[in-house]
Structures are given as structure tokens and as C-alpha cells.
Nanobody, 127 residues
Framework: QVQLVESGGGLVQAGGSLRLSCAVS????????MAWFRQALGKEREFVAA????????YYSDSVRGRFTISGNNGKNTVYLQMNSLKPEDTAVYYC????????????????????WGQGTQVTVSS
């Protein structure tokens, strides 16, 4: 079975940085796309960033664009999220997701586009 495991979360002060990692096991071939979502207490799951390996196209939510960078290595089924200039509003559980087949049914910002999810890693930004 495919497993996604996030790491790198923690507690930082506003203005600080964190680098999240997501490692995939159980697959011998790369994904079509991978993404990061987050969910704060009492709120719905929110898109953060995605990378489509074909053409290495990246997508960002308006709230993180310019502060966060998604990158990775499809050959290793690994994705990173570099988070700079963190704000208290960024506090959430961050989830890694992957999809293995191209689809036109859902855009990359839609959680329903992804078939596998990690367990999440907590990011807390203090003010």
C-alpha cells in the first residue's frame, strides 16, 4: 500500500521559516502531481501549493504565494514545502497528497483530485 509521511513541522515565531518534507513509499514510479493542504482548527481543509511533475508546473494559493515554495524529486517521490515569513494565520496541520493518474475531473487545487494522503504535521506560528 502507498504511504505518505510528512515531517518538519514545529513551533516557530512569526517571521520564521520551516521546511516540510513528504516521502512516499510503496510505489516504484512517480506521481502525476503532489500537493500540500492545511487545516486549521474549526476550519475546512485549504489548498496551499501543488506541483505537476509534467512540465514542473507549480500552483500556489494567494495567501502563500511569494512566501512558500514547493519543490521535490519525482524520481524519489518526495516533495518539500519551504515556508518563509510565517504568520500566525499559517498555523494548521499540513497534509501531503499525491495523485498517480492525470485527470481532468478536478483541478489541482481540489482535495478530491488526490488519491493518497499523509497523516499530517503540525505547524504552529506564535505572535
Amino acid at each position: 500500500q502507498v504511504q505518505l509521511v510528512e515531517s518538519g513541522g514545529g513551533l516557530v515565531q512569526a517571521g520564521g521559516s520551516l521546511r516540510l518534507s513528504c516521502a512516499v513509499s510503496g510505489r516504484t514510479f512517480g506521481s502525476y502531481a503532489m500537493a500540500w493542504f492545511r487545516q486549521a482548527l474549526g476550519k475546512e481543509r485549504e489548498f496551499v501549493a501543488a506541483i505537476r511533475w509534467r512540465g514542473v508546473i507549480t500552483y500556489y494559493s494567494d495567501s502563500v504565494r511569494g512566501r512558500f515554495t514547493i519543490s521535490g524529486n519525482n524520481g524519489k517521490n518526495t516533495v518539500y514545502l519551504q515556508m518563509n515569513s510565517l504568520k500566525p494565520e499559517d498555523t494548521a496541520v499540513y497534509y501531503c497528497a499525491a495523485v498517480w493518474t492525470a485527470t481532468t475531473a478536478r483541478p489541482m487545487v481540489d482535495p478530491d483530485a488526490y488519491s493518497n494522503w499523509g497523516q499530517g504535521t503540525q505547524v504552529t506560528v506564535s505572535s
